[in-house]
């Protein structure tokens, strides 16, 4: 009898833990950096979304040409972040970057063509090379006003973000690399910075 008593005791004991752990962790608030998920890839390219007729960019260093957010992208990239529960740069950033991750395929770089991708061309094709998907991203962010570059090394090219005063990286061709973290860290001296 004196063991049931004590196997109550402690049951109840449990019980009243789980309840007050359950109640406490309601009240935590959720975090507004993290995306409620990711937008599917109709759910955001508009009906009759075509790439536009622009000046084609020959050579990569000029690809700070075609990097400035068009209607199209602006658009797309305001669809993207929808996800997130309040306006928040950091959630819009993260949003953009996994929808990009999650519906646009990397690819070695793409020799039959002669030109850099357009953002447009790149949402269209649903794949690109380094360069093609950072100039993508960067039109992205820079139409939700999130100052970003593209960096090149000997080793991958990648998106620098400011987020919150401090750069971030990102290197959408690394499929193991988080936020922060690209291929190969070279010193300074050996990126190329693309406007």
Known sequence: MHFLFKFIIVLCTVAIVLTLFTYIGSQIPTDETRPQGIQGYHDVIPAGFAAQEIQRVLDPRDAGRI????????????????????????????????????????????????????????????????????????????????????????????????????????????????LGSIRYRGSEETILWIA
């Not at 061309?121 to 991203?137: K, M, N, P, W, Y």
């Not at 750069?167 to 690394?174: A, E, F, S, T, V």
Request: charged share 20%.
């Open 67 to 178: 990097m400035n957010p068009t209607p199209q992208t602006a658009q797309v990239a305001q669809r993207i972040i929808t996800v997130c529960q309040t306006p928040n740069t950091e959630c819009h950033l993260r949003a953009i970057v996994m929808w990009q991750r999650t519906h646009i395929e990397h690819t070695e770089v793409i020799q039959v063509r002669d030109h850099v991708l357009t953002p447009e061309e790149t949402l269209l094709f649903r794949e690109g090379d380094d360069l093609a998907l950072s100039v993508l991203l960067v039109s992205m962010l820079r139409s939700q006003d999130i100052d970003a570059r593209i960096g090149r090394t000997p080793y991958s090219t990648f998106v620098e973000a400011t987020l919150n005063k401090e750069p971030l990286r990102i290197d959408l061709g690394c499929a193991n690399c988080g």
